[in-house]
């Protein structure tokens, strides 16, 4: 099998649809850059390993966005993302170190991308929080009908359910609960 | 239950064309509902984004551990340690490791070295030759004599843990971690890279006793830890913080045996995951009383971790010939202000007094 190599485009295109061949290009072609970067400024792999996994992800939701371009080469966008995210852990850690800066790599303005990122981040952690409090099986119901577009035969069928209304009632009080503890709280 | 079907029907676009004009019509003039309706939106909304985001987190830490989960520590030494401090630090962090699981085999053996052919043996003795050489040469560092000596060799550091046992500056590690130093320094969140001497070595249980250049900081902050005499048992849940890496990693387990490796009766076995860097780190029981200093762990088994007993610090302490020393180390033995305090409380409370040694080398 010959090699194959993607531009900065087919990796967004990749991004974009989920194509686990070029989510894995991308994954490898990176993970040395921010790596060392990580391990050189007071981190080691299991952090780096952390940061670049989240890097991906900003960048992977950010190209979701409707009207997402990359105005620079997307090493440097990575590159950019990655060490913001570090620098905000080292912060977080209360670390007294002092930060090697790095002259090797360029770096754009992503505050707007990390600004996203945070608020996205607490919302789904207090959408986590509260699905926890749900516990199961109102959890898989209410994603299975709202993510996964199952109708309610399939769920009933699913959860052992005599019938779809009683899985209808079940899923309306699962939302109904999910509602009270995620506003509400 | 009607109105949610609605929403549904709605955002699902399951609804007929003219439905939905008297949908967006009430959305308009209805702000109740209108209102309900936002909620509705956002909290599926919050369900999609939330499922989306643990798949593709999966997904990415799927293809980690597929390309670089085995060889991730490896790659860490060649791309940060080597490089930020020179071959040595690479081969000193190994010999130290072999340092741990070898003096401990001489304590198992009450001290002597028995007679056997294995390679580890014939390490080992090497080890320990090093060992003594490495405490003249950090006496000789304090001195003075040490920084008029040329440098021979690249600089090189070793980093560990080490906790205070007193609010005067003096604290404790392990002295496998500071052979051959030329220098100590401490820091942590609250103090700024001290330097410390060594005041005080016990080589069959592996630690050694510094006191801190300045420790103002420490001196103003109520010294958390208590030495006090009580009986641990097997299962008692135990806990540690320390610096296996620059940032502070907390670790818990329970009190696995009351016997280090080969029944040696110095030791506690742990249940605790440790790391190089552990050594020196304090083992807390959950009342917040010292009850031993983290040593080392089986290198073929995860989780097992060894620490020597508290007690013996006394025995140490009490064994000094410096009587100055041995009225300025005097161990708390009162209750432990983290009694009772919730796990991120002690914790808290402990950090100041808990340090990051970073050991400096010829």
């Known amino acids: 099998m010959s090699k194959v190599t993607y531009t900065d485009l087919d990796f967004i295109e990749g991004l974009k649809h989920n194509n686990d061949a070029v989510l894995r290009a991308l994954y490898k072609k990176y993970y040395n850059l921010v790596l060392k970067y990580v391990v050189n400024n007071s981190g080691n792999s299991e952090s780096a390993a952390d940061i670049y996994q989240e890097t991906l992800i900003v960048l992977y939701e950010n190209v979701q966005k409707p009207g997402f371009e990359l105005n620079c080469q997307l090493q440097t966008y990575i590159f950019s993302i990655a060490k913001r995210l570090w620098l905000k852990q080292l912060r977080k850690n209360g670390s007294t170190f002092r930060f090697k800066d790095d002259q090797e ?25 509260s699905l926890e409090d749900l516990g199961e099986p109102c959890k898989t119901i209410l994603k299975d009908f709202y993510v996964y577009k199952l109708n309610m035969d399939q769920i009933s069928e699913k959860f052992g359910y005599t019938n779809s209304d009683n899985a ?4 309306y009080k699962c939302l109904q609960r999910l509602k009270r503890s995620f506003f509400e709280d | 239950m009607r109105t949610t079907n609605l929403f549904d029907n709605y955002l699902f676009g399951t609804i007929s064309n003219q439905d939905k004009l008297d949908f967006e019509a009430r959305l308009k003039s209805d702000t109740e509902f209108a209102l309900a309706f936002e909620k509705h939106r956002t ?63 001489i304590l198992s053996t009450g001290g002597y070295l028995l007679k056997q052919q294995s390679n580890a043996i014939t390490d080992l003795k090497r080890d320990v030759n090093e060992l003594k050489y490495s405490q003249d040469a950090i006496i000789e560092g304090i001195s003075g004599l040490g920084s008029a000596r040329p440098k021979k060799y690249a600089p090189a550091n070793i980093e560990g843990t080490g906790f205070a046992l007193n609010n005067k500056g003096y604290f404790i590690t392990s002295l496998h971690m500071v052979k051959n130093a030329d220098s100590v320094f401490v820091t942590n969140s609250v103090l700024e890279r001290v330097s410390a001497k060594l005041v005080a070595t016990d080589n069959a249980l592996d630690i050694a006793i510094f006191k801190m250049e300045n420790s103002e900081v420490l001196e103003k902050t109520i010294f958390p830890f208590s030495f006090n005499n009580h009986h641990s048992e097997i299962g008692d849940k135990v806990f540690t913080i320390g610096y296996p890496r620059k940032d502070i990693v907390y670790g818990e387990g329970a009190l696995s045996s009351l016997s280090g490796y080969n029944n040696d009766t110095t030791m506690f076995q742990v249940s605790i995951p440790v790391n190089p860097g552990n050594s020196g780190g304090p083992l807390m029981d959950e009342q917040g009383n010292i009850i031993g200093v983290i040593r080392g762990k089986l290198s073929n088994a995860e989780g097992t971790g060894f620490a020597v007993k508290s007690d013996l610090l006394k025995q140490v302490i009490d064994s000094l010939k410096d009587e100055t020393l ?5 161990l708390n033995t009162k209750k432990s202000s983290l009694k009772g305090l919730k796990r991120s409380e002690q914790i808290k409370k402990m950090q100041p007094f808990v340090f990051n040694i970073m050991v400096y080398k010829k």
């Not at chain 1, 991308?113 to 207090?126: G, P, V």
């Not at chain 2, 909290?43 to 990415?60: D, M, P, S, T, V």
């Not at chain 2, 041995?326 to 005097?330: A, G, M, P």
């Open chain 1, 105 to 129: 790599n360029e770096v754009v303005d992503v505050t707007d991308e990390i600004t996203d990122h945070l608020k996205k981040e607490s919302d789904i952690e207090k959408m986590n929080a």
């Open chain 2, 326 to 330: 041995k009225t300025e180390l005097v």
């Open chain 2, 43 to 105: 909290l599926i909304e919050g369900l999609n984004q939330h499922e989306q985001r643990l798949n593709i987190k999966q997904i990415f830490a799927t293809i980690h551990q597929q390309e670089f989960g085995k060889d991730a520590k490896i790659i860490s030494i060649k791309e940060g340690f080597v490089k930020k401090h020179g071959k040595t630090v690479a081969v000193a962090a190994s010999v130290a490791v072999i340092a741990v699981i070898s003096t401990m085999t």
């Open chain 1, 168 to 171: 209808k009632t079940q899923k």
